[in-house]
Every structure is written in C-alpha cells, then in structure tokens.
C-alpha cells in the first residue's frame, strides 16, 4: 500500500486536519478535506496551502513540486465527495457521539475495503469503531502536532481491528514517512501520558512567577532539547484543546498531574487558545494553523 498514490480523505479542517491533509498531499495521495463549517475548512485549506508556499519559499520544495502539491488537496462539506477514499482520517472534535455518527454515515459511502482512522487523543478506538458496522477496519492513529513536522504516529487498535487493518495501517504510514509506534487503546496512549503533566507543570510555573514564558521556553529549548518551548507548543496545540485533553485524561486516570492549572481555564474563558484565535501565551499576526 506504502508507495501507491492513493485517494485519503481527511474529516476535520482544523489544526490536525490540516496538517494530516499537507501530510498526505506532500506524499502524493489526492485529498480530500472535508469539514461542515465553510469558514473552518477554508482555513484549513488556506494553511495547507501556506505550508506549501513556505516549503517553496524556503526552497525546501521547486516551485513546480509546490504548486502540484496544492492542487491534490480539494476540499468539500458534503460527505458523498468521500466515496473514492481508499483511507479516511477523522480529526474532528473530540466527541463520541460524533465520532461514532461520522463513521456510521461513512460505511453507506465508502467502500468496505476503505480504511478508517481516527486521530483521538482521549477516546476509546473501541468506542469510536463501535459506530462502524465494520469495526475491524477502524485503527487509532495519533499524529504528533504539527503533523507535517513531527515523524510520530502512535497506532493502536480497537477491540475488533482486522490484523489485515493494522498491518495495511502501519504500511501506508511508512509511506508517509512517518514511524509508528505501537501502543494499547489506553486513555492518553504513550506521549500525553508524560506529555499533558509536563505541559502543566510548566504552566503552573509560569502562574507561580518563577520565570516569564519566554524565559521558560528558552529553559527547555536550552536544556532537553525539545523543538520548541511548551508555551509555542500550547499555542500550535489550543488551549482549548490542551483543555479538554488534560481534563478526559484526569477524569479517566484520577492523577492530578493531569489536571490543568487554574490559568488554562482563564485563558479559554477569554478566547486566548492560541495560534488560531491570534493570540495564546504569544501574539500572532498569521492565524494559519501551524507554520514556520
Ligand atoms: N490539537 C492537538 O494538538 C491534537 C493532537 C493530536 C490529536 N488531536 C485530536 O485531533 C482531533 C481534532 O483536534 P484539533 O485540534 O484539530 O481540533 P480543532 O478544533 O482545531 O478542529 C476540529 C475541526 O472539526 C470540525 N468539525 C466538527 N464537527 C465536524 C463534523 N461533523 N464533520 C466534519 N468536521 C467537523 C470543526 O469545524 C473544526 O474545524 C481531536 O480528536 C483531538 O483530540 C489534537
């Protein structure tokens, strides 16, 4: 399956969504980004279209390459527009009911071959596949955030995932250039398990006034290595996002690391989620979702 230009359709236009479609249409595969809000999708497209530019740019990509890469990504708000995919993301909000619904509608328009991957970070694949009438072709793949930069995907089945599924899986992501690893459908899978406590922790840094943000990202970048500082890294996330992620994981896991600081539910309250909203720990001119 790996080297085939294949047709992938990617449910959700929003930061991951966007960034699964530059994924696959810097692969080669025809994308399909598919969202219900006009607006929404037509940022999303303007983001993969701005990684693309930015790839060109940076002459990291011909301008001819670039160009080609745009035109594989065709976004739609009808679901119909599916019926070709050979693979389906689903990066919608996390919600299960919504989740299950989507892939319930799917299995009236895909083909039965077609496989479906949901990109949850807190959710049951089992849950999430139970929608399906076909549960042995729904696999959990987890991309890193930014997708088109970060070389991990967590994989991990569901309760009823086909081995023909998992293995056709791991192979299409080899295809990507992406590693997998594997892991169990466990709330928070391998990296928001360290991830998340981490993240607030350095939040709960910043509350305490024991460094500014930049003084705090400077830290990291200076002292593990990480690409980016935690508060650039929340501000790419969503602090809506961070949110939600860390609170499903604490009310599965009843750690209190998990629990987000006070100030996450500040920030959120007054619409400070970060890159998308313009304005996070940082203030951003560029709205596109992910970027340089
Ligand atoms: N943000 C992260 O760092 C991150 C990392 C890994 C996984 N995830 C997971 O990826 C998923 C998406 O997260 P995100 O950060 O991209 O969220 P987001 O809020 O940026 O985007 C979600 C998008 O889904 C769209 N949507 C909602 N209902 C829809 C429907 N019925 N059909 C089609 N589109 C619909 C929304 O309009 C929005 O554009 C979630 O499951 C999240 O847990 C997020």
Redesign the pocket.
């Known amino acids: 399956m790996s080297n085939q230009s294949k047709t992938v359709a990617v449910?959700?236009?929003?930061?991951?969504?966007s960034g699964i479609a530059t994924v696959m249409a810097r692969a080669g595969h025809t994308t399909i980004l598919?969202?219900?809000?006009e607006q929404?999708l037509q940022r999303?497209i303007d983001t993969v279209h701005g990684f693309f530019d930015r790839s060109v740019k940076l002459g990291k990509l011909d301008a001819d390459a670039g160009e080609a890469a745009k035109g594989r990504v065709v976004g739609s708000t009808d679901l119909r527009d599916l019926a070709p995919s050979d693979v389906v993301v689903e990066?919608?909000?996390?919600d299960l009911g919504?989740k299950k619904d989507?892939f319930a509608q799917l299995d009236e328009i895909v083909s039965d071959t077609t496989l479906l991957h949901t990109?949850?970070?807190?959710l049951s694949v089992t849950g999430i596949a139970s929608g399906s009438r076909l549960p042995e072709r729904v696999v959990g793949t987890?991309?890193?955030?930014p997708a088109p930069l970060m070389k991990l995907v967590e994989v991990a089945d569901g309760r009823h995932t086909g081995s023909w599924a998992h293995h056709a899986t791991v192979d299409f992501l080899s295809g990507l250039g992406k590693t997998s690893v594997i892991t169990q459908d466990r709330p928070g899978f391998i990296v928001n398990r360290f991830l998340i406590p981490w993240e607030n922790s350095c939040i709960a840094a910043l509350e305490a006034g024991v460094a500014t943000k930049e003084g705090i990202d400077a830290a990291v970048l200076g002292s593990i290595g990480h690409p980016m500082g935690p508060f650039r890294l929340l501000d790419?996330?969503?602090m809506?996002?961070h949110q939600?992620?860390a609170t499903r994981l604490y009310e599965q896991l009843r750690d209190p690391r998990f629990f987000p600081p006070p100030m996450v539910e500040r920030m959120v309250a007054a619409g400070d989620l970060g890159r998308?909203t313009g304005r996070g720990f940082y203030d951003y001119d560029d709205t596109r979702?992910f970027g340089s």
């Open positions: 449910l959700g236009g929003g930061t991951m969504g598919y969202d219900v809000v929404n999303g990066a919608v909000f996390e919504l989507l990109n949850t970070s807190t987890h991309y890193c955030n790419i996330v969503g809506d996002i939600q992620v998308k979702l």
